[in-house]
């Protein structure tokens, strides 16, 4: 079974640092790409950006980019979704989700991150 | 990129059909067969329910359709269930190893 697995809830305060994880399993990683998605509290689905694992080639929405970096180690079968300065607006639930082309299949649980002072 | 636009709701009885609606431009929905839809239920992750405008990924129900016509795209479910009722995302390429959302759609079995 295919299966994306993330790391836990976090409470971090502004201008900490933070790394969440989304690991494989089902699959040899470094066949599909792996997306990031943001959904603030109440509101919808947001496209971060992607990670090829084969060789950690990104692409990010113009949204997002220099805000957040996507990182991926194959030898563990992780991607990660990493802020170096949190802010309150960060504060949302993140999703990992297997591109196996032009659309997003399976998804992680959720990581939910909560910035506050 | 902007984000495609949705309706805010839509509802029908159980059995009826309802149609939900996503609109974009000629660089996204319109411009590539890449039109893909999202369940997704309170608290929990969403659920890929069509790929590629209107291709069903296995375990699905036929119920559950999919459509396009220039830059609107459309996901139809047929004999609505109780069961049906979440909330609804479209999702477009737009180009540039892109991708953008819809804002969503609340579906309510009545």
């Known amino acids: 079974e295919v299966q994306l697995v993330q790391s836990g809830a976090e409470v971090k305060k502004p201008g900490e640092s933070l790394r969440i994880s989304c690991q494989a399993s089902g699959y040899r990683f470094i066949t599909y790409w792996i997306t990031w998605v943001r959904q603030m509290p109440g509101k919808g689905l947001e496209w971060i950006g992607r990670?090829?694992?084969?060789?950690?080639?990104?692409n990010y929405s113009p949204s997002f980019q220099g805000h957040v970096t996507i990182s991926a180690d194959k030898s563990i079968s992780t991607a990660y979704l990493q802020w170096s300065s949190l802010k309150a607006s960060d504060t949302a639930m993140y999703y990992c989700?297997?591109?196996?082309?032009?659309?997003?299949?399976?998804w992680g649980q959720g990581t939910l991150v909560t910035v506050s002072s | 990129q902007s984000a495609l636009t949705q309706p805010p709701s839509a509802s029908g009885s159980p059995g009826q059909s309802v149609t939900i609606s996503c609109t974009g431009t000629s660089s996204d929905v319109g411009g590539y067969n890449y039109v893909s839809w999202y369940q997704q239920n309170p608290g929990k992750a969403p659920k890929l329910m069509i790929y590629?405008?209107?291709k069903r990924p296995s375990g699905v129900p036929d119920r559950f359709s999919g459509s396009k016509s220039g830059n609107t795209a459309s996901l139809t479910v047929s004999g609505l269930q109780d069961e049906d009722e979440a909330d609804y995302y479209c999702s477009s390429y737009v180009g540039s190893n892109n991708w953008v959302f819809g804002g969503g759609t609340k579906l309510t079995v009545l």
């Open positions: 990670i090829d694992p084969s060789d950690s080639y990104t």
């Open positions: 989700v297997r591109q196996p082309y032009n659309w997003f299949d399976p």
């Open positions: 590629e405008v209107s």
